[in-house]
């Protein structure tokens, strides 16, 4: 399905009083995540446009999904069932300038938010590197941008609203359930349906995007930490070519005590003239304003403009969260498989994260830097090469992020992330059946847990 005919569907959705069983039966064509690469299991999709409609449908369904705005590669999002969308539910709640607080509906997009938060007077500490993802989706799998001292986009959640498995409403904070809260917030989709979500916000702020060329492979080995600290949030752009990282991004923020001076070299690369894409020979048209010109926070944060088709378009994507005391030995580890690598490659980028405790996130207690791989669109030949660096990656404990594509094994995830059993017993509590299972969390997360939905007549259908 294309993203007219989605767009297509979602409207007919809307005409729609409460929910309606959407056109995918009517329409020859199937229902695919953003990138193609996934044709979803069923183009059952039901839409929601009021709470008591989802928690209607999540009763009378034995199997379900939410879906948001579709951008993960690989099955996390996937049903063989029903998908429900809460893409109507897109306004905003509650704008509580004392407390900081934003409360939106589950629906709502970056893309939607930011604009309304930056002419009410605030902003979000950071973004991903594009506005159209859903904030409820991109929160659920760890979504992040860069910045050593910023934490993913799930970090901002302090509250969220979710309906379980049951029909019931939950509500958990910061504040007040610290343990189910932080269990709860990069859920993966598997304990519920996030209604609502309370986000941090701050005074709105003006930055300033700078690109610099051709930064020499020493440089990251000598001077890894203050590149990754010379800025709010700094990206390292390159095709493991030539000892060079090809492009810095670099995004500033315009207070004095954090502007970055944007000298003509920067640790031997070269200040930009004009404005790049992360791969320089396609056009920067869809990329935000870079050579320091001035704008708002969430026109400078994302590496692409709303309204233009992010990225390359047609590609895959993989990443791996590496801790930050082993930053550099892990970089240095996927250079020398460059002559593997390059090939199948359109850009490689570097982020920094802080840490956060959140249990399934990949930064839980742990500041990291993320090795992130856009690839050409060839799943044969990239689905060889990711155990490939994922063995090279091993000895760090990499982590690879939930909505992208990875071969590491269950076995060894359960051994990365230490809150798994927790978790696994938080959504035993809010979705004793396994109604928002799929094969990807049956595999990834729920296979190993012994005795967990043991009773499930289908489990042993999926997959292993
Ligand atoms: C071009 C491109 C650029 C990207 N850039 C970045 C980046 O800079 N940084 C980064 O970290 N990632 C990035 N990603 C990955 C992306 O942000 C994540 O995969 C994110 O989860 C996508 O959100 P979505 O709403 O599209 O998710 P979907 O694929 O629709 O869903 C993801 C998961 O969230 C669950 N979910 C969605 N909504 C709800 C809800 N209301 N309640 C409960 N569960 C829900 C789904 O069930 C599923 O498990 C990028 C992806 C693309 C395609």
Redesign the pocket.
């Given at each position: 399905m294309n993203k007219r005919a989605f767009i297509r569907i979602f409207a007919a959705a809307m005409a729609s009083p409460v929910f309606s069983p959407l056109l995918g039966r009517a329409s020859a064509a199937k229902l695919e995540?953003?990138?193609g690469n996934l044709e979803y299991g069923t183009d059952e999709l039901f839409s929601a446009s009021s709470l008591d409609a989802v928690r209607s449908r999540v009763r009378e369904q034995s199997k379900l999904?939410?879906?948001?705005?579709?951008?993960?590669?690989n099955n996390?999002?996937d049903s063989k069932n029903s998908f429900l969308s809460?893409k109507t539910m897109d306004d905003v709640v509650a704008l509580d300038p004392a407390a900081h607080t934003v409360t939106i509906h589950?629906?709502m997009?970056y893309g939607q938010l930011c604009p309304y938060l930056d002419a009410k007077g605030f902003a979000l500490h950071n973004l991903?590197?594009?506005p159209?993802?859903?904030v409820?989706?991109?929160c659920?799998?760890?979504?992040?941008?860069s910045g050593e001292k910023n934490g993913?986009?799930s970090t901002a959640v302090s509250a969220l609203e979710?309906v379980t498995a049951a029909g019931d409403l939950v509500i958990l904070s910061r504040a007040k359930d610290a343990d189910a809260f932080h269990g709860a917030v990069v859920?993966?989709?598997?304990?519920?349906?996030?209604?609502k979500l309370t986000l941090d916000i701050q005074p709105t702020y003006k930055m300033r995007q700078y690109v610099y060329e051709n930064l020499p492979l020493s440089a990251v080995k000598d001077h890894f930490d203050a590149i990754e600290s010379s800025a709010y949030s700094v990206s390292l752009f390159t095709d493991w070519q030539k000892q060079r990282i090809n492009e810095v991004w670099i995004k500033s923020r315009e207070e004095k005590e954090q502007a970055f001076d944007a000298t003509p070299e920067f640790y031997g690369a070269t200040r930009a003239t004009k404005n790049l894409h992360p791969i320089a020979e396609l056009s920067a048209e869809n990329c935000t304003e870079q050579m320091g010109v001035p704008g708002p926070w969430y026109e400078r944060l994302?590496?692409?403009r709303m309204g233009f088709t992010?990225?390359a378009g047609k590609?895959l994507?993989s990443?791996y969260f590496v801790p930050r005391q082993h930053a550099v030995e892990a970089i240095l580890a996927v250079e020398r498989l460059r002559d593997q690598v390059s090939p199948h490659l359109l850009i490689t980028?570097i982020?920094a994260i802080a840490a956060d405790q959140l249990w399934m996130s990949p930064c839980f207690e742990q500041p990291c830097v993320?090795i992130?791989f856009t690839w050409k669109p060839d799943w044969p030949a990239v689905s060889k090469l990711l155990p490939v660096i994922e063995k090279e990656l091993a000895p760090f404990h990499a982590r690879p992020?939930?909505?992208?594509l990875f071969t590491t094994s269950p076995t060894e995830l359960k051994a990365i992330y230490k809150k798994m059993p927790e978790f696994v017993e938080l959504s035993k509590k809010y979705d004793p059946q396994g109604k928002?299972h799929?094969e990807?969390?049956n595999k990834n997360i729920f296979r190993n847990q012994r005795g967990v939905f043991r009773k499930l007549g289908d489990e042993s259908k999926f997959p292993v």
């Open positions: 995540n953003w990138a999904k939410v879906l948001g705005t579709r951008h993960c590669f996390i999002a809460l589950a629906g997009t991903a590197s594009l159209h993802i859903s409820a989706g991109a659920s799998t760890a979504t992040h941008g993913n986009l979710m859920g993966l989709g598997a304990l519920g349906v996030i209604t994302p590496h692409f992010p990225s590609e994507q990443e980028e982020r993320t992130h992020h939930w909505g992208k928002f799929n990807f969390l």
